[in-house]
């Protein structure tokens, strides 16, 4: 099976006040054709940057300092961004971003920003009425009732959930061939999160588009992902499949994170990772994850660990991931 995206050796840098905050450093990183690959990590270890990257829309403070992303084996770091625009971005490649309450323009009804997301990205030419029944269609098939009618309401009429499913419409109505979702069901309930990860989920399947699901959510991820990558301080620090990940990590900070989960009748208190993240513009030697790390040793903290195959699936960056889990 080809890859339908390929991240080479990617590093991102922040410029701000002055300071170099290192966002992505020599990230690699594949996708197979109707995969779903989950990407997991606290807040600033550099997962929103990622998909940011691929679509392109990095904040001009942002520089790609090295690396490639290849999309179906085009390098988009080197299309120009006329041409990314037109055929690439909102067409091939769609984003549902963190909060549906924001990222709907107040001012325009749902309808006409379906529509016009039907009329330019979508990859037939189609006439008003044809642009009318598609965006009926792709909002009945989002579980939105009575769509015709809600078509002319505007974005503070629908409540978060509807929200979400509107979005959800943008992002299937032209068909992708790969979708970015950033933590897009970070603002809701639990029953609505639930009822949108189930929709997602036939979607992927109806679809077979490849997804990159952000979330700092292990949970979420336990259900929708194929595969996992761990990010810490701009570095993937383990990938592998699904199972593995949650049966068997290979890396101290993601057996943390696992162990904060909660589930364990016996368990009296979560368990907590000590320390915080690093400030990215003033990282640790060596392991950037060694001061909080039970395992760590001398070696930790003078060498950078590169990602060690740990099994025919997976790897680890971590100099003694075989003693994590024993």
């Known amino acids: 099976m080809n890859n339908i995206l390929e991240i080479d050796k990617l590093k991102i840098v922040y410029r701000k006040r002055k300071k170099d905050f290192l966002a992505l450093d020599c990230v690699n990183l594949q996708l197979k054709k109707g995969e779903v690959l989950g990407i997991v990590g606290e807040s600033g270890s550099g997962k929103s940057t990622l998909g940011l990257s691929v679509m392109r829309l990095l904040p001009p403070q942002a520089k790609i300092q090295n690396g490639n992303i290849y999309f179906k084996g085009q390098n988009i770091c080197k299309i120009q961004e006329g041409k990314f625009n037109k055929e690439m971005r909102g067409k091939e490649i769609t984003y549902i971003p963190q909060n549906p309450q924001n990222s709907l323009n107040p001012v325009f009804t749902v309808g006409r920003q379906l529509k016009d997301i039907i009329r330019y990205r979508a990859k037939d030419n189609l006439d008003n009425q044809s642009i009318d029944e598609k965006a009926v269609e792709i909002m009945t098939e989002m579980g939105i009732a009575d769509a015709e009618k809600r078509l002319d309401e505007y974005p503070h009429q629908f409540s978060g959930g509807m929200k979400q499913r509107v979005l959800l419409s943008m992002a299937f109505v032209t068909n992708p061939t790969l979708l970015i979702a950033d933590e897009p069901t970070t603002a809701l309930d639990v029953t609505v999160e639930a009822q949108i990860l189930g929709l997602l989920a036939d979607l992927i399947e109806e679809y077979q588009s490849s997804i990159i699901y952000i979330t700092h959510d292990l949970g979420v991820v336990s259900e929708i992902a194929d595969r996992v990558a761990v ?20 890396h101290p900070y993601t057996e943390a994170l696992i162990e904060c989960l909660p589930g364990d009748k016996k368990q009296k208190k979560l368990t907590v990772i000590p320390g915080e993240i690093p400030d990215l513009s003033d990282l640790p030697s060596g392991c950037n994850f060694h001061p909080r790390c039970k395992y760590a040793k001398e070696k930790c903290k003078k060498e950078i660990p590169n990602l060690f195959q740990v099994d025919e699936n997976g790897k680890s960056a971590c100099f003694y991931h075989e003693e994590v889990g024993r």
Not at 231 to 250: L, S
């Open 231 to 250: 990010f810490y301080a701009g570095r993937v620090i383990e990938i592998n499949n699904r199972y593995n990940i949650f049966n068997k990590p290979k």
